[in-house]
């Protein structure tokens, strides 16, 4: 596809339950970002990675936040015996290359999937 | 360590006048700032970016932002507002760190009234 694809769109969990949230990133793309989206809020960055490598995982809230990129391509985004709190946007970004220029910092989005936790 | 601030978390405009929406940020090395837009239930769509080349960038739909190093801004502006621009919008800021992660801003919810 020509952008950055997510799966499901929206996601409603009841606590306690795990889920697990897909990317599909550009065709190409070595960098990929995870953001979290609270309600009303800028997203805020979870992990990165560099093809398969996860070289940050600063944000990730709890170690019951989990991702993965075993092939350098599609991603995922597991959260175990999900929160209330967890209730959130989460977005998917890729990014041609990691590197100085700026077109390396240019990031695209896909468009989300809503987590609702009841 | 990076930050953007937003200032005004709602903006109300009529349809046909100015926008501006403010942007400042912190950051310990010369950034790379971008402008996001949201759509209701749709991902982010980037505006425009600073890319060091010129202190006045144009982006799409008609929107511009002017860098200003010693006020360490990066407002976003539009002469004339659109019902069609209502929307959130987002500043950012890149770095070095994380593979060029963002750091974002709360965002502005834009307003056009007609």
């Known amino acids: 596809g020509a952008g950055v694809s997510q799966s499901p769109r929206y996601k409603v969990a009841k606590r306690g339950q795990d889920v697990a949230l897909r990317c599909d990133p550009i065709?190409?793309?070595?960098?990929l970002f995870w953001y979290q989206q609270a309600l009303g809020q800028g997203p805020e960055f979870l992990t990165y990675?560099?093809?398969?490598?996860?070289?940050?995982k600063s944000g990730l809230p709890s170690d019951r936040f989990f991702a993965e990129r075993p092939e350098g391509s599609v991603s995922t985004l597991k959260i175990q015996r999900t929160q209330q709190e967890d209730s959130a946007v989460y977005l998917c970004?890729?990014?041609?290359?990691?590197?100085?220029?700026?077109?390396?910092?240019?990031?695209?989005f896909g468009p989300g999937t809503r987590l609702t936790v009841l | 360590a990076q930050s953007v601030t937003q200032l005004g978390s709602h903006v109300s405009v009529s349809e046909g006048a100015l926008v501006l929406l403010r942007c400042n940020y912190s950051?310990?090395?010369?950034?790379?700032l971008f402008w996001y837009v949201q759509y209701p239930n749709q991902g982010l769509q980037l505006l425009l970016k600073?890319?060091?080349?010129?202190?006045l960038v144009k982006g799409i739909n008609g929107f511009e932002a002017e860098f200003k190093k010693s006020e360490t801004s990066f407002h976003l502006t539009k002469p004339s507002a659109h019902m069609s621009d209502a929307a959130e919008y987002f500043c950012?800021?890149?770095?070095?760190?994380?593979?060029?992660?963002?750091?974002f801003g709360g965002g502005t919810r834009l307003m056009v009234k007609p």
């Open positions: 970004a890729s990014s041609l290359l990691p590197g100085q220029e700026v077109r390396f910092h240019e990031q695209f």
């Open positions: 065709s190409g793309h070595v960098s």
């Open positions: 990675f560099q093809n398969e490598a996860q070289l940050d």
């Open positions: 950051s310990s090395v010369p950034p790379y």
């Open positions: 600073y890319t060091s080349a010129a202190t």
């Open positions: 950012a800021v890149s770095g070095v760190n994380a593979g060029n992660m963002l750091t």
